[in-house]
């Protein structure tokens, strides 16, 4: 693909979910700016609708909503169905949304919520979009995680924290199987076809949390603002993932700071790996065997 000079991503098309607000909105006005078409998604049309006509102003391109919640199985394959309709070709899925809950809540599919919609929901997205971006080859899957999968465990044996729920441990584990899936994808896939990176974004001044706080969170947050980045910065990472030329053919990778680092010894254990992607293929009932 020829490249512009100055609109680096004019051509290609990017789904970003979750660009309603926070990083993901950031994300698509960086995007756009840059020249790509983006697609961004979001559960309130009015507010994805305000959120586009802010990144076309800013990018002066085309720019699709799609409205979905997509804490449910059926409104991302939905999701997905719509998206393969509107998009002829997508160069650059960017897994954004997540979310943390100090309760345990469950979504219309009985699942655990930040399981269900940090980890499952990119996983069947990923799953039901992959033939398209094969067809968009080089194409990119860009999963935003987080340092905190650091702390986090995959615990198969209560995955749905049905017998003990904590939303830091929940989080942290949908976190790690945010660079687990991504890892996984990364050796099913050939780097010319598609590439998988995980990353983490910051410590960002958004309404991350805000549905359900800790009590700490609630606390300690408005003091700790000023000293976040700023969305725009918060999406520095995402945006570099998802458009670097030089990282075209990189794959299997997490990063922080744009650049390349070690994550955690427990995420790049393949049996958990392996095991995971079977279990979340079983939970999404994905009916075709996912590559
Ligand atoms: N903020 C941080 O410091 C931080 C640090 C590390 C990692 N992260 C990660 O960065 C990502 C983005 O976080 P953020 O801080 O930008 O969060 P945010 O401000 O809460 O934004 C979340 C976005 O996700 C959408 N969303 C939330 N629940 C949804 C659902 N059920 N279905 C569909 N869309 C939904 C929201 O759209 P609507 O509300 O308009 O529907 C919004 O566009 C997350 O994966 C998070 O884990 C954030």
Known sequence: MKLIRGRPMAGRTVLITGGSAGIGKATALGLATMGAHVAVTGRDRDRANAAAAEIRAAGGGRVDVFVADLSSQAEVRRLADQVLHALTRI??????????????????????????????????LTTLLLDQLKHSAPARVVTVSSNAHAMGRIDFDDLQGERSYSGAHAYNQSKLANV??????????????????????????????????????????PFLRPFMKTPNRGAATSIHVASAPDLAQVTGRFFAHSRPRKSSERSYDRAVATRLWQVSADLVAADSPVV
Do not use: C, K
């Open 91 to 124: 160069d650059v899925l960017v897994n954004n949304v997540g979310g943390y809950w100090n309760t345990r809540h469950v979504t219309a599919d009985g699942l655990e919520h930040t399981f269900a919609l940090n980890h499952l929901a990119p996983f069947l």
């Open 180 to 221: 687990l899936f991504t890892y996984e994808l990364a050796r099913r896939m050939p780097a010319a076809s598609i590439t998988a990176n995980a990353l983490h974004p910051g410590v960002v001044s958004t309404s991350f949390g805000a549905d359900d706080p800790a009590v700490v969170q609630r606390l300690l947050v």
